[in-house]
Nanobody, 123 residues
Framework: QVQLVESGGGLVQAGGSLRLSCAASGRTVSTLAMGWFRQAPGKEREFVGAIRWGGSRTDYANSVKGRFTISKDNAKNTMYLQMNSLKPEDTAVYYC????????????????WGQGIQVTVSA
């Protein structure tokens, strides 16, 4: 069983930066495909980005490409989401997800989920 715990959310002004962390236990992140999703009030959960097992491949939603970066630190067994040039429309609850499978862009491809963390970007 894999447990995921997000941290690093909060309130930031537009144009600012935040780094979210997703600490994993139960399995090493190097053996997991992992992703970030977000859900804004009244909207469906949407894909933000994903990173494959070894970290050699990342994918991003068009809305965050060039602003967000996903990485893994195997020594800390943690995945990160560096968010720069934040916009009010980035406001959402952010979830990390993981799977020993291939992962991908769809929430259904992930087996394990964190509890979510709020990110609020003020105008």
């Amino acid at each position: 069983q894999v447990q995921l715990v997000e941290s690093g959310g909060g309130l930031v002004q537009a144009g600012g930066s935040l780094r979210l962390s997703c600490a994993a236990s139960g399995r090493t992140v190097s053996t997991l495909a992992m992703g970030w999703f977000r859900q804004a009030p009244g909207k469906e959960r949407e894909f933000v980005g994903a990173i494959r097992w070894g970290g050699s491949r990342t994918d991003y939603a068009n809305s965050v490409k060039g602003r967000f970066t996903i990485s893994k630190d195997n020594a800390k067994n943690t995945m990160y989401l560096q968010m720069n040039s934040l916009k009010p429309e980035d406001t959402a609850v952010y979830y990390c997800a993981a799977t020993p499978g291939l992962g991908g862009l769809n929430a259904g491809e992930y087996d394990y989920w964190g509890q979510g963390i709020q990110v609020t970007v003020s105008a």
